[in-house]
């Protein structure tokens, strides 16, 4: 008696459909993404319309068209700001993920040196950056763009650190014992199997870090009220502030808040695109 | 006929920190090639028996002895969920015992290929997990565990979580693989029934403390199939083996 063969359904299972342009439109235009673009726009009149019902003064509240003229009429200063700041946020992103995922893989090596060490990091976590900030820059005077990377470096790095941790430590009991029973490594165990199931817990803790990275710039940057040329958005609302220019004010706002967002769904995609194959929170279900 | 046997299990105890005794004296002998079954109440060791022999976790005295003669020592472990990495495709469960021995790439993939055919999972390789029913992802485990072509088969419960019509199934299979293989198989689960179909001997144990109580030989012909299920003989057996099961409970409420 043989072994009786599965029978694969090789339709539904061996031919994986590229992503068209047509369906790419499709999910652009999907309701997921034109539900919060609606909502958006709907709040953004009502707040036109209030301002202009209630004749409030642009100094105390601009209404979002004002805001929109000061953009485009500011453009030529705000968009050099808007690139330092982003230059600042992906710099302390990007230390925070490389040593936040070296520092994960340590702690997990050793349960002395994760009990050791890990309240430093979480003392990283409670540090003020409102406090510290001036510190620094006065300790890093001719350097103050990386004294700026480094406050906000303080504040993104933690989550990674935290969740990377978590993910490397919540491995399948089962393959760990089969690991064990082929004598691999422990080189072969992080590679092949504790690094991919950290994966998931990774990207959450970079879709938290993203966000933190960008503000942590931007406070950074604010409490230590630095000027000159390389100066990023926070430079551009304090001045604002000072000369009463409001709407210049908002708009600087709204640029880190477009940021923001950016940043956000950029990483979300990452996510999904990374894990669609195998984890529930980005797998595509019929129901 | 009795060969030397290719493991030895002498005086095997196993105390665990809080008191629990898992194992107490255990002697036991497996021949090559033979395909022996565990079975027990939940507690009563096998599974331990099962993690000693693949030298998970440590006994508290006695010894594990590996045959001189039989030099055929290669192992591999199935466990009671298919355990695969969600992340990897079939494919790349399926070699990762080789990779982990560093065998070179083209000998992985066409060892795994093999593996994933005699499973019949053929056309499945670049298939995730979770795109696999519950049986169809115990033939991957086993694929896995016949990668690397072991000699000695652990298996514990695997077909436990699945349902009758598939478990009936992969007996079968087994039972072919086992045959194809020259394996040495040992086969732990609860289902007195699977044990009689599956094996040429039975070792019955008890729990508290965890011990062998008996060894029943099956003399059955291979290969078996529907009407060896449904045969006198092996109603005769499994009557044997309940019939041993019981007693060790009795004893139990006896003495308790």
């Known amino acids: 008696m043989d072994i009786q063969q599965v029978t694969p359904l090789k339709r539904r299972i061996q031919s994986r459909p590229r992503v068209s342009s047509a369906q790419l439109l499709r999910r652009i235009t999907s309701i997921e993404v034109i539900a919060p673009v609606i909502v958006g726009i709907v709040l953004l009149l009502t707040w036109e319309i209030l301002v202009r019902i209630t004749n409030t003064p642009p100094y105390l509240l601009p209404g979002p068209l004002l805001i929109g003229q000061t953009l485009i009429k500011d453009w030529g200063e705000l968009l050099p700001s808007l690139l330092i700041t982003l230059k600042i946020t992906i710099a302390a992103f990007t230390a925070a993920i490389v040593l936040g995922v070296l520092v994960a893989i340590l702690f997990v090596q050793s349960k002395w040196i994760e009990r050791s060490f890990f309240p430093y990091a979480v003392l990283l976590q409670t540090t003020p950056i409102v406090a510290v900030a001036p510190l620094i820059i006065l300790w890093l005077k001719n350097n103050t763009f990386a004294a700026l990377v480094i406050c906000a470096w303080i504040v993104a790095f933690f989550p990674i650190v935290s969740n990377t941790v978590m993910g490397l430590n919540s491995t399948d009991h089962n393959l760990l014992n089969l690991f064990q029973i082929y004598r691999a490594s422990r080189w072969q165990t992080l590679f092949y199997m504790r690094l991919p199931n950290a994966m998931p817990y990774f990207l959450s803790g970079l879709r938290i870090s993203g966000g933190l990275s960008l503000i942590g710039a931007v406070v950074a940057e604010f409490v230590a009220g630095t000027g000159g040329t390389e100066s990023g958005l926070a430079y551009q609302i304090l001045m604002a502030g000072y000369n009463l220019q409001i709407p210049r004010m908002f708009a600087s706002l709204f640029l880190i808040a477009l940021s923001g967002i950016a940043i956000f769904v950029l990483l979300t995609v990452l996510s999904n695109a990374l894990l669609k194959n195998w984890h529930e929170s980005a797998v595509r279900r019929e129901n | ?256």
């Open chain 2, 1 to 256: 006929m009795t060969l030397d046997p290719v493991i030895t299990l002498q005086q095997v105890n196993k105390i665990y920190s809080n008191g629990t005794i898992a194992l107490q004296n255990l002697n036991l002998d497996i021949q090559p090639y033979s395909f022996v079954s565990l079975v027990g109440p939940s507690g009563c060791g096998k599974s331990t028996v099962l993690r000693l022999i693949a030298g998970l976790g440590r006994m508290s005295s006695g010894n594990i002895a590996w045959s001189s003669t039989h030099t055929a020592h290669k192992l591999a472990y199935v466990f009671q969920e298919a355990a695969l990495m969600p992340w990897a495709t079939v494919l790349d469960n399926v070699r990762l015992p080789l990779k982990l021995q560093k065998a070179s790439r083209s000998e992985q993939l066409s060892a795994a290929s093999d593996a994933i055919a005699r499973v019949g999972l053929q056309g499945f390789e670049r298939c995730y997990p979770r795109e696999l029913s519950g049986g169809m992802k115990m033939r991957v485990s086993i694929a896995r565990a016949l990668a690397t072509k072991p000699d000695i088969l652990l298996m514990d419960e695997p077909f436990g979580a699945l349902d009758e019509i598939t478990r009936s199934r992969l007996n079968d299979d087994l039972l072919n693989l086992w045959n194809q293989m020259n394996l040495t198989v040992i086969f732990v689960t609860h289902n007195v029934y699977e044990a009689v179909y599956l094996s040429d001997r039975v070792v019955v144990m008890a729990s508290r403390p965890g011990r062998v109580t008996a060894e029943i030989d099956i003399d059955a012909p291979y290969p078996r199939d529907e009407d060896y299920r449904t045969s006198a003989l092996f109603n005769q057996y499994c009557r044997d083996v309940s019939h041993r099961l019981a007693e060790a409970s009795l004893e139990l409420s006896i003495v308790s």
